[in-house]
């Protein structure tokens, strides 16, 4: 089983990968290629996926950061894909994306959350 460091470690290469899909996109440009778009759904469901293995230890001494939300999100692009508006999902690339990788870098510089789990 991956520790939690790991887990995090490769939850923010996930970010990263999402965040270069869209470099130099527009809006625009983004919600006319069906294709990026399914690129990025499945960076978002696998981000969800690998959040919610994090344990609850390092979750809990991280109430910062919305865990909860996370997995909710991931269900509801694997779940209601039919109802996915893709300016919604821009705008959460580009709002809640690059404030969760932020948290979860600030989690990995901090020695007492490297849980083992």
Not at 35 to 46: F, G, N
Not at 49 to 77: C, M
Request: net charge negative.
């Amino acid at each position: 089983m991956k520790t939690d460091k790991a887990l995090l470690e490769y939850v923010v290469a996930q970010i990263e990968k999402l965040q270069e899909y869209v470099h130099q996109v527009t809006a625009e440009a983004f919600v006319g290629d069906e294709l990026l778009q399914d690129a990025c759904t499945t960076k978002i469901v696998t981000i969800g996926e690998f959040s919610h293995r994090i344990s609850a230890e390092l979750k809990a001494r991280n109430p910062q950061v919305d865990w909860g939300l996370i997995k909710a999100t991931r269900n509801f692009y694997v779940h209601a894909y039919d109802q996915l508006a893709p300016i919604r999902m821009w705008e959460t690339i580009q709002r809640e994306i690059p404030e969760l990788k932020e948290a979860l870098i600030a989690i990995l510089k901090t020695k007492d959350n490297h849980a083992t789990h």
